[in-house]
């Protein structure tokens, strides 16, 4: 399910590290193609936190089940009003602040939230078309994230969180 979704969300935003033009609105680097997938009930991957490698469409694991994983899990299922145990995968966008904050100063956080807005409709449409069930979250715990990535909490943290899942069977009538 993981790697067919990021494949199609990769293929229709076109982010990757090589500079084609994006089919969706976007600064020049935005900084947010930062994509981690923290895994909790996924057929075929150990649960933990992976890093998504959209150029070469591979995931890598950067650690198993930790404190700070279970953390965001329990956060990120706070925030949907769901049990941990329905919690399938999240997908947590991050940014690179200073790369965007050189050049547009004091609108580089807005442009960065404009742009995890995009990424979001991607994923909304891509998750709909494939019958998964979609859901963006309005929290996170950055801190943790950044303990739970490995990285410095001042250069690169989230900025997005997304819940994906399997859809409920339930026939849609349109």
């Given at each position: 399910m993981i790697f067919c979704f990021c494949s199609s969300v990769n293929f229709n935003?076109?982010?990757?590290?090589e500079r084609i033009t994006h089919s969706r609105p976007a600064v020049s680097d935005p900084g947010t193609d930062h994509s981690r997938?923290?895994?909790?009930?996924c057929e075929g991957l150990p649960a933990g936190l992976y890093h998504?490698?959209?150029p070469h469409h591979r995931l890598g694991r950067l650690c198993g089940r930790t404190g700070e994983v279970e953390h965001l899990l329990a956060d990120d299922a706070a925030s949907a009003d769901?049990?941990?145990?329905?919690?399938?995968?999240?997908?947590l966008l991050s940014a690179r602040f200073q790369r965007l904050a050189w050049k547009y100063a004091s609108i580089a956080?807005?442009?960065?939230?404009?742009?995890?807005g995009v990424v979001y409709q991607t994923m909304y449409l891509t998750a709909?078309?494939?019958d998964l069930?979609?859901?963006?979250?309005?929290?996170?715990?950055a801190e943790v994230f950044a303990h739970a990535a490995g990285?410095?909490?001042?250069?690169?943290?989230?900025?997005?969180?997304?819940l994906l899942g399997r859809g409920s069977g339930v026939e849609r009538h349109e």
């Open positions: 935003s076109a982010a990757t590290s997938i923290l895994v909790n009930a998504y490698d959209a769901i049990a941990v145990e329905r919690v399938q995968v999240v997908i956080y807005a442009l960065i939230l404009k742009h995890v709909t078309a494939m069930a979609p859901c963006a979250l309005g929290g996170g715990d990285t410095d909490y001042y250069a690169e943290t989230s900025v997005g969180e997304f």
